[in-house]
C-alpha cells in the first residue's frame, strides 16, 4: 500500500532557518535536506515519481505524490478542508524539471512555501524501501528505561513480538502491565515476547524526561511487568508513537518489525491469550 501522508502538520518552526534563502521556491540542497530529514520526525516531502519506483526506494520521510496525480490528490486534499497554505513543502523527482513542474502545479493551488531537490540522483543518504517503510520495529537505536542500549535486534529469534504502548499518567495502562505481567510464562512457552514502548518518556525535543523514566520503572516494578521498556526513538516515535492515538494500544509485530495486528485498549489475561495464539497461527500461514 502506497504512502498517502497528506501534508502532515510540521512542528519544527524553525527547520529551513539555516542556510535557506528568503526568496520561495528555492532550490535545497542535499546536504540542507539531509539535516532535516535527521532532525525531524515529519516532512512534507513529497516523492513525485512512480509509485513503482517509490516503493523500491525513496527518502526517508518522503510521501508519494505522483507528478500525473499531483494535481488529482491536491484537490482531495483541499476538498477535505486543508487550509495550511504556507505549511513547508518540498518535492523532488527524476529530474529538475519534474521537480519545477510540479512547483507550478502547487503555486497554483496557493501553496506558498516550496522548495525543491533539483534531482533524487543528488541524494547523499540512504534510499527506503517501502517493505522496510512497514517494518516498524525493524530499524531503531534506543535506550531502555534502565538505561540499556536497544535496537532493532531484540526482536531476533521471535515469531512474534507484543509492544506495548503505555504511559505512566494512565491507569488503564497500568493495569494492563499487570496483566502482560502475568503473561509472561505463557507467552515466553509459546516463542513469544513481551516489549513495552514509553510514549510519555520524551517530548519534542527527544530528550528523554528522567522523572518520568523514575515513575515508570516504579510502575513497572509494582505491576510486574519486568521486561524490557524502550524508550521512543525518532524511528519509533514516528512510526508507532506518533500513530497513537489511545494508550494503551499495542503492536504485535513479526520478526522484521513487520505489523501483523495492531490491538487499541486494555485486554485481559484471557483475551491477550487469545490475541497471541492468533498472531502465532497467522505468521506461520494457519488459518
Not at 35 to 45: G, I, K, Q, T
Not at 93 to 113: P, R, V
Not at 208 to 226: F, K, M
Request: aromatic letters at 10%; one cysteine or more; glycine letters at 6%.
Amino acid at each position: 500500500m502506497k504512502k498517502r501522508l497528506l501534508f502532515l502538520a510540521m512542528v519544527f518552526c524553525l527547520i529551513f532557518s539555516k542556510g535557506v534563502s528568503e526568496s520561495l521556491p528555492y532550490a535545497i540542497s542535499p546536504q540542507d535536506l539531509s539535516e532535516l530529514v535527521d532532525h525531524s520526525m515529519y516532512l512534507n516531502l513529497f516523492d513525485l515519481r512512480s509509485g513503482d519506483d517509490f516503493d523500491a526506494g525513496h527518502i526517508p520521510l518522503a510521501s508519494s505524490f505522483p507528478l500525473k496525480e499531483l494535481k488529482t490528490m491536491i484537490r482531495v486534499a483541499l476538498d477535505s478542508g486543508y487550509t495550511s497554505m504556507t505549511s513547508p513543502i518540498i518535492v523532488y523527482g527524476e529530474s529538475l524539471q519534474e521537480s519545477l513542474d510540479a512547483i507550478d502545479i502547487l503555486q497554483e493551488f496557493g501553496f506558498t512555501n516550496l522548495s525543491y531537490l533539483e534531482s533524487i540522483s543528488l541524494w547523499q543518504g540512504t534510499l527506503i524501501s517501502m517493505d522496510e517503510e512497514t517494518q516498524v520495529m525493524g530499524h531503531f537505536h534506543t535506550n531502555d528505561i534502565q538505561g540499556n542500549e536497544q535496537d532493532g535486534s531484540i526482536l531476533t529469534g521471535y515469531q512474534v513480538t507484543v509492544v506495548n504502548v503505555w504511559a505512566t499518567y494512565s491507569s488503564a495502562c497500568a493495569h494492563e502491565l499487570e496483566e502482560l505481567g502475568k503473561l509472561k510464562s505463557y507467552a515466553r512457552d509459546r516463542g513469544v515476547q513481551i516489549v513495552g514502548l514509553l510514549s510519555d518518556a520524551v517530548g519534542v525535543s527527544m530528550e528523554p524526561d528522567q522523572d518520568i523514566l523514575e515513575n515508570a520503572r516504579q510502575i513497572v516494578d509494582e505491576t510486574g511487568a519486568d521486561f524490557v521498556h524502550l524508550v521512543p526513538s525518532k524511528e519509533l516515535y514516528r512510526k508507532i508513537v506518533g500513530q497513537v492515538t489511545v494508550v494503551p494500544t499495542t503492536f504485535i509485530v513479526d520478526e522484521t518489525g513487520a505489523v501483523i495486528q495492531i490491538v487499541v485498549g486494555p485486554q485481559s489475561y484471557d483475551q491477550w491469550k487469545a490475541l497471541i495464539d492468533n498472531a502465532i497461527d497467522e505468521t506461520y500461514g494457519i488459518y
